[in-house]
T-cell receptor
Framework: DAMVIQNPRYQVTQFGKPVTLSCSQT?????MYWYQQKSSQAPKLLFH???????NEADTPDNFQSRRPNTSFCFLDIRSPGLGDAAMYLC?????????????FGPGTRLTVL | DAKTTQPPSMDCAEGRAANLPCNHS???????VYWYRQIHSQGPQYIIH???NNETNEMASLIITEDRKSSTLILPHATLRDTAVYYC?????????????FGTGTRLTIIP
């Protein structure tokens, strides 16, 4: 089945130690998104790629970066994780960027910062 | 995107229909109503969406009022696996509305 895959499902890092989260998709979608979801809160968009074009949300901290080396893969890099960055990180994809393009989510990576 | 209002929690007996309301009184003519759900510790799952006509798929039915100011998601025969947080989201259909703005959602609990 076509799907969105996130690895690892659980990631533990130390305060200030860079960490990379991975997302891959077999849907051949043009758009890939990263959302952050803190405990008991709704998901919040950090940024997205439309093909190779990176689009950052205005309030996303500089500590968060992303790479998309090809259509199938997208990475979330947290340069210096703080305790406040502990959250579930959700990757999603969609065929296009219109409001009618449904987004499909992966299972998420739960990040713990010690 | 228009704001949505949902009850924070609901219970439903297993095997009964679960009816989840959503108010979106400021919705614009070009905005769709989307429903997602999130089972504990999993990613959000797309359920259904609609513009003004009622919609049905293998998961649920979506009933949108004639004035489009509210809608109801119906799970016809709820099972324990339907326990989740359900999000109602309105989203304009034109280009540039890629962001899904999640509200607080409704926590639905299916009671055995």
């Amino acid at each position: 089945d076509a799907m969105v895959i996130q690895n690892p499902r659980y990631q533990v890092t130390q305060f200030g130690k860079p960490v990379t989260l991975s997302c891959s998709q077999t849907l051949n979608h043009n758009v890939m998104y990263w959302y952050q979801q803190k405990s008991s809160q709704a998901p919040k968009l950090l940024f997205h790629y439309y093909d190779k074009d990176f689009n950052n949300e205005a309030d996303t901290p500089d500590n968060f970066q992303s790479r998309r080396p090809n259509t199938s893969f997208c990475f979330l890099d947290i340069r210096s994780p703080g305790l406040g960055d502990a959250a579930m990180y959700l990757c999603a994809t969609s065929r296009g960027r219109q409001g009618t393009d449904t987004q499909y989510f992966g299972p998420g990576t739960r990040l713990t910062v010690l | 995107d228009a704001k949505t209002t949902q009850p924070p929690s609901m219970d439903c007996a297993e095997g009964r229909a679960a009816n989840l309301p959503c108010n979106h009184s400021t919705i614009s003519g070009n905005e769709y109503v989307y429903w997602y759900r999130q089972i504990h510790s999993q990613g959000p799952q797309y359920i259904i969406h609609g513009l003004k006509n009622n919609e049905t798929n293998e998961m649920a039915s979506l009933i949108i009022t004639e004035d489009r100011k509210s809608s109801t998601l119906i799970l016809p025969h709820a099972t324990l696996r339907d326990t989740a947080v359900y999000y109602c989201i309105v989203r304009a259909l034109n280009f540039g509305n890629e962001k899904l703005t999640f509200g607080t959602g409704t926590r639905l609990t299916i009671i055995p």
